[in-house]
């Protein structure tokens, strides 16, 4: 089992950067491929970005490619999120997610995939 925190979250204004973190418990942080999901108020959760158990393989949400990128620290058990030209409906709350069950270089985007959540760490955009 692993646990999952998410740091990094606040309030910014559009076009800002914001760069969240997610810390992993356990010594097989490299067996699970990580995902970053988050929830918009009102709205269902959404897949945002996923990064494969080496780091090799990443999968973007169509809203947020260019804008966001993705990078894991095995040595760290930190997978991190980078958002750059953040925009008013980036405002959410983001999860870390971690799939063990997936195969090594497969990025999976529907939330059944993935076994471990954390918290969730609040990210709000002003216009």
Do not use: H
Not at 26 to 31: C, N
Not at 42 to 53: A, D, L
Not at 105 to 126: H, I, K, L, N, R
């Amino acid at each position: 089992q692993v646990q999952l925190v998410e740091s990094g979250g606040g309030l910014v204004q559009a076009g800002d950067s914001l760069r969240l973190s997610c810390a992993a418990s356990g010594r097989t942080f490299s067996s699970y491929a990580m995902g970053w999901f988050r929830q918009a108020p009102g709205k269902q959760r959404e897949f945002v970005v996923g990064i494969s158990r080496n780091g090799g393989i990443t999968k973007f949400a169509d809203s947020v490619k260019g804008r966001f990128t993705i990078s894991r620290d095995n040595e760290k058990n930190t997978v991190y999120l980078q958002m750059n030209s953040l925009k008013p409906e980036d405002t959410a709350v983001y999860y870390c997610a971690a799939d063990q069950i997936s195969l090594p270089f497969v990025v999976m985007a529907s939330e059944p995939s993935y076994e471990y959540w954390g918290q969730g760490t609040q990210v709000a955009v002003s216009s």
